[in-house]
């Protein structure tokens, strides 16, 4: 889950985090808490990548705990049909009148920032969900930074292709990092200053793949790690960028 928060207090969220139990909803439990925390009523939009549960599991406690304008999504036809969560999540979202959008390609401008979301345009029946997420990218000043879901190899491919050589100030690792994600000729195309990687430590020592850390590491960028590390803040004027100010600890 990211939160970005833009001047005026205006939150939203990209992904909405992973574990849904009985027990345990990171929704309820980690995101809501934290956007109280820090004064948020309302989000102005919603964004998931794609139809997994660790990216989408906590968008029902978000929708329950907050007026929620925007619900962005990719088309994921089969998935609206066979996946319950999913439609539950749809479902959920309609009856409270929250604005639904299915999108491939999107553009927003404020005076802050510039908020473009993007689908490699890949053949659906070959491609897998997770080459057909949704890509989230903001530019706030000369910074830019990238959520690109959990796209593997041929989304990158795509991806670099068709933004050859935009370079970014924070990525997260496509796909935790795993090893079918951060091929060489997407690293060498994005040259972040740092790359983040949302991961659990509860799980293989293969995600992040250590070939995938050497990759980023070699090419110059900072790694930063959830498992090791927690939440991770960044914060922005638009020329400066700042790795968890001092008043702001995760």
Known sequence: ????????GRTMVVDAGGVDSPRFNVGEWVISPYLWHHGARELERIII??????????????????TVKEL?????????????????????AME???????????????DAMTLWVTVPGLDREKASIND????????M???????PGDIEAKGEEWFVEHHPQTRFSVVVAPHHGSGTSSTPAFISSLQPQHVVFSCDATRSKKIPHPQVLDRWRNAG??????????????ETDGNELWWQPPDRGG
């Open 141 to 147: 000043g000369r910074h830019r930074f990238l959520f």
């Open 72 to 92: 962005w999504l990719g088309t994921f036809p089969d998935e609206e049909q066979n996946n319950s969560f999913y439609r539950r999540l749809i479902r959920m």
């Open 49 to 66: 990548s794609h139809p997994q549960k660790d990216h989408m599991a906590g968008a029902i406690a978000l929708l329950r705990n907050f």
């Open 132 to 139: 057909r997420s949704v890509m989230v990218g903001i530019t």
């Open 1 to 8: 889950a990211a939160l970005i928060e833009i001047p005026g």
């Open 96 to 110: 409270q009148g929250v604005n639904i959008q299915r999108i491939d390609h999107k553009t927003l401008h404020t």
């Open 221 to 234: 960028s900072h790694l930063w790690r959830t498992d090791q590390q927690g939440t991770l803040i960044w």
